[in-house]
């Protein structure tokens, strides 16, 4: 029994050396590199979509030169290439870490847009790419984070050049939610839960209200308060669907 642990020692001994020098000789490699060879080198690599070595690169080269000047360029090139290899899990931490160590940073707005993005790429899901999905079925929680995080940014630095396309990204994605939302009112009303349904449809109207689900959560409204024997707030709801969808197909059938 002794003799078998000591050669499991002995085995574990090597293991670890071994490990030890393949670690030493990764990080050997940038000895003769000065900061700015480290951070081309990232570049380089995330350019050649080789991102886990390029995270390599602009970590090292932060662990090299943590108050230097190229610091934080090491931490953006990092968040960008986790980004990249769809490595949300660190990129989001990334992210929040750069806007905490520089909250004044003049590309702090850049965190704040990849975040955004980091988000809305969870949004999408990953099954989502290969499989056939409602949009309204996927968790609309990634959504909402994404939608947050790029109306700090529109909202705190309204001339960043990703102001633009966060805004155009918080249109599709305050549809998506609202979609979301509407899916759950029409499944509660199929169920009879018509307060829960009542609730949802609101909250659409309310918060969405310039998307396009804003009719049929008009609609679910009118069905859920005539079921929940409100009257004067179904007639409300009607109103308000009749004066802005006049057309609208639910106007007749709620008529």
């Known amino acids: 029994m002794y003799k078998e642990m000591k050669k499991l020692a002995s085995c574990l001994l090597v293991t670890l050396i071994l490990s030890g020098c393949h670690s ?63 490595d949300y899990a660190q990129a989001l931490p990334a992210t929040d870490r750069f806007i905490r160590m520089y909250p004044r940073h003049p590309h702090v707005d850049y965190a704040y847009y990849m975040k955004g993005l980091i ?21 609309p929680t990634p959504a909402k984070k994404s939608l947050a995080s790029f ?10 050049v990703y102001a633009n396309n966060a805004k155009q990204r918080m249109v599709y994605l305050r549809n998506l939610i609202a979609e979301n939302e509407l899916f759950v009112a029409r499944f509660n009303l199929k169920k009879g839960a018509y307060l829960a349904a009542a609730n949802r449809a609101n909250y659409i109207v309310v918060h969405f209200d310039k998307s396009p689900q804003i009719e049929e959560a008009l609609a679910i409204m009118v069905q859920a308060y005539r079921r929940l024997e409100r009257p004067e707030l179904a007639q409300d709801a009607y109103t308000v669907l009749k004066q802005n969808f006049p057309q609208s197909e639910f106007v007749q059938k709620l008529a």
């Open 119 to 139: 988000h809305f790429s969870e949004a999408m899901g990953f099954f989502s790419k290969y499989l056939p999905m409602e949009r309204a079925e996927r968790d």
């Open 24 to 86: 030493t000789s990764k990080d050997e490699r940038y000895n003769s590199m000065s900061a700015n060879e480290i951070y081309q080198q990232g570049v380089k690599n995330t350019n050649k979509k080789r991102f886990k070595p390029a995270v390599e690169d602009f970590e090292a080269l932060e662990a090299r030169y943590p108050f230097g000047d190229y610091a934080d360029k090491a931490q953006l090139g990092s968040i960008y290439a986790l980004y990249l290899n769809e």
């Open 151 to 160: 109306d700090h940014l529109v909202t705190h630095y309204p001339n960043s």
